[in-house]
């Protein structure tokens, strides 16, 4: 019976997807618009952010995290060899903690119960602790983002992720921040998404599904530009231009890259820059030094104790018992990720 269902399921899901990629090749082919390396790209600056439980309370429903945000700067010359050599690096680490259901318990002000209030109605659940995590993990690598277009010039400025954000005091400001300094010292800002199952294209297929169909038997560079979305149909606010791009002949996949550019060069020569970057054979199609700055982030999900050492220390002195504060360590997360992301990981470890 269950083995009946599965190829009933599956033979669903297959029509379905033969259907929209028949559709796609008809109709969305015209959009795309293909690019070439120029001139030698200005430095990369790579943002990434990871974060982990490390302890939780359940009878008050509070749980501490840590946070940490990490930053690689890169140069690229053709007369190196290697063309690409990391000038900097560095990480932060903070702790939040997350108490929902206790306003008198909190990591921030209380922006931080408007951050969760706002949560909850675009998720809509209760009780979203994960995406509250996720959000604050955001807004930490939106500040190492302010931070780095304050002190750098004339760079690439690229993030993990899309660059979109909640509707919140501390978020706002910092956004209005990052765009004043990238104005100010000639800083492109750009994100670049692991994953995308946005469907703004108008298929039943994900855009970036769609990108993938209509160019993989083209062994250019390419990039598609996505309509402009109504605010009222966007979940977050979000700045700057998106499309999706394919930035190796054969790449791993394409991304969805989001792209503020307050110098006004033809994104048609920040993708070309984009590519240059994105040369790596282990990573075809992904701008390298977004896999170190992962690398970097991702330790903190790695190594499992720690911090822990120091949670310990801290709540004995406080008078918790060894006991109390062990039944309550999160050593392991059942973290869902997405294929791209698993692979990420898999070869940086």
């Known amino acids: 019976m269950v083995k009946k269902s599965f190829h009933n399921f599956l033979e669903q ?102 951050l969760h209030t706002e949560i909850q109605r675009i998720i809509g659940r209760k009780n979203p602790l994960g995406e509250t995590l996720s959000l604050l993990r955001s807004l930490a690598e939106f500040k190492m983002v302010e931070e780095l277009a304050s002190n750098y010039t004339e760079s690439l400025i690229v993030m993990d992720g899309a660059l979109t954000y909640v509707q919140i005091k501390e978020f706002e400001d910092t956004i209005r921040n990052i765009v004043k300094a990238c104005k100010k010292n000639n800083n492109i800002l750009i994100g670049v998404s692991k994953r995308n199952i946005t469907r703004w294209l108008g298929s039943e297929l994900t855009d970036e599904a769609v990108m993938r169909e209509i160019a993989r038997n083209d062994q250019k560079m390419m990039y598609m530009d996505i309509p402009t979305i109504p605010k009222s149909q966007q979940k977050f606010p979000s700045i700057g231009k998106t499309y999706l791009a394919k930035l190796h002949a054969k790449p791993v996949k394409t991304f969805r890259v989001d792209i503020y550019n307050p110098l006004n060069v033809n994104d048609n020569k920040v993708l070309s820059h984009l590519a240059y970057y994105s040369q790596v054979n282990t990573f075809p199609g992904y701008p390298f030094p977004l896999v170190d700055a992962h690398t970097i982030a991702a330790l903190l999900r790695r190594v499992p104790d720690m911090y822990n050492h120091e949670l310990l220390e801290v709540g004995i002195q406080l008078g918790f018992t060894e006991d109390e504060l062990l039944q309550y360590m999160i050593t392991h997360e059942n973290m869902e990720t997405d294929p791209f992301h698993r692979y990420l990981d898999d070869a940086t470890r």
Do not use: C
């Not at 600056?45 to 945000?69: K, V």
């Not at 930053?71 to 903070?94: A, H, K, R, T, W």
């Open 13 to 114: 899901i297959q029509n379905t997807q033969r259907q929209a990629i028949e559709q796609v090749e008809r109709v969305q082919s015209d959009r795309l618009q293909d690019f070439d390396y120029q001139e030698d790209p200005p430095k990369m600056i790579a943002i990434d952010g990871s974060n982990r439980w490390i302890w939780n309370n359940p009878d008050i429903n509070a749980r501490i995290a840590i946070i940490r945000t990490a930053y690689v700067v890169y140069e690229f010359n053709s007369d190196f060899s290697p063309p690409m050599q990391i000038l900097n690096q560095g990480s932060q680490d903070e702790a939040v903690l997350i108490a929902p259901d206790n306003p008198n318990i909190h990591t921030y002000d209380q922006d931080f119960q408007k």
